[in-house]
């Protein structure tokens, strides 16, 4: 039974390392989609980030502020699997995400920043943005 789990090992770890090879970062952003999506407005969303203060806990590219390691530096957001290790990362589930945080993830540091519906559709377009459009610096 021995000779058996050798082959099998291997195949597991061939397995594992083809599904790691598939997490290169060679994948396209996502690009906010829907008719939320299209309504949002990525400059809007630039502006609230800075004046809800995202950059006190976050390091966000476009938005002046002190560097900040409390929560993850926001930067690539599009490239992301998940949201908050909770949410699979598209603009719709980071916009729910934004509007309550502790509903995906009690044990989440983010707190409920009391957005609309609005707001958080035109930051998820902006943090969702390439930095190559007019919604994120470089």
Avoid at 103 to 120: I, K, Q, S, V
Wanted: net charge neutral.
């Amino acid at each position: 039974m021995q000779a058996h789990a050798r082959p099998i090992a291997a195949l597991l770890g061939a397995a594992a390392l083809a599904l790691l090879a598939g997490c290169e970062d060679g994948r396209p952003p996502l690009a906010p989609a829907g008719p939320a999506a299209a309504q949002a407005d990525p400059a809007r969303g630039r502006g609230l980030v800075a004046a809800r203060g995202c950059v006190a806990c976050h390091t966000v590219p476009g938005v002046r502020g002190p560097r900040s390691n409390v929560g993850p530096p926001l930067e690539d957001l599009a490239r992301r699997a998940y949201l908050g290790g909770a949410l699979p990362n598209t603009p719709a589930n980071l916009a729910r995400w934004l509007l309550d945080p502790p509903a995906f993830n009690p044990g989440t540091a983010m707190p409920d920043m009391d957005l609309t519906p609005a707001e958080a559709a035109d930051i998820a377009a902006f943090l969702l943005a390439p930095a190559s459009s007019g919604g994120r610096a470089p």
